[in-house]
């Protein structure tokens, strides 16, 4: 395994930054806006190794797709569905392909959303925690 750098750690955190705000395939990143959150150090290093920084969030693995756009310093990322999914979104995106259903992403957070604010999860929780609870030697 490659060892990390700090311009693949800025590079991740551009590609998590994308991904936390993205509601489909892709995000466009502003590099101004995404600078906001550095310090005046921070943000001289990154501007004197931005091509080592395109190049690695290039190579993350969660990107599919990057255009970087030098004009309007913009990282234009198109991401693997995989990396943007959940646990229980891959489990209900993968059963529904079992099933012969293709949903959109979109569809699998519906569901997923729906899911997890439900009673019903929320009984199958507490239920798993006091069953859990007492092989423990707890009690509730």
Not at 82 to 108: A, C, H, R, T
Not at 117 to 130: H, V
Request: no cysteine; hydrophobic share 35%.
């Amino acid at each position: 395994m490659e060892k990390l750098n700090l311009n693949k750690l800025i590079a991740n955190d551009i590609v998590n930054y994308g991904m936390d705000k993205t509601t489909s395939f892709n995000y466009i990143v502003s590099l101004n806006d995404f600078l906001d959150d550095y310090d005046e150090e921070s943000i001289t290093y990154i501007k004197s190794h931005i091509n080592d920084i395109i190049e690695a969030v290039h190579q993350n693995e969660n990107v599919a797709q990057l255009d970087y756009d030098e004009a309007r310093q913009e990282f234009n990322m198109v991401f693997y569905f995989d990396g943007l999914f959940s646990k229980l979104d891959k489990k209900i995106y993968n059963l529904s392909q079992e099933m012969g259903i293709d949903f959109e992403p979109e569809e699998v957070w519906e569901i997923s959303y729906d899911i997890e604010n439900s009673e019903e999860y929320n009984d199958l929780i507490t239920s798993a925690i006091k069953e859990n609870s007492k092989t423990k030697g707890r009690e509730i």
